[in-house]
């Protein structure tokens, strides 16, 4: 939450609503949000959208804890919309970077054993 516009009793009131829902909120800037966003929900979806493309992913008696970790986010990340992911990345000035730099790290690993 960053208070830009609100007074500060509405912007007490909107975090005492927050608190009472149960939620945790967290003062920062907007460009902070932005990208610790980008760092983790943007390469989280990225990830688990790729996965998902694969289809590689289906469960199997041959599991490892780490591939049921990596199905659980695929199918945490696919039951949201695509229309978040495609938001992130088209309005979040961090997101296609990170992810980029993701491509980029998995091409040079791949590339060491080539």
Known sequence: IENINASEQEYEQWLKIFKELGMKSFEMMA??????IAR???VTHFVGRTLDDTGFFTPSELDTNGAIKLREIMN?????????FEDMMKFNPY????????VKSA???LGSYL
């Open 31 to 36: 460009e902070q949000h932005d990208i610790e």
């Open 107 to 109: 091409k040079k690993l």
């Open 95 to 102: 997101a296609r970077g990170n992810v980029e730099k993701l």
């Open 40 to 42: 983790t929900q943007a």
């Open 76 to 84: 945490y990340t696919v039951n949201d919309t695509i229309e978040l």
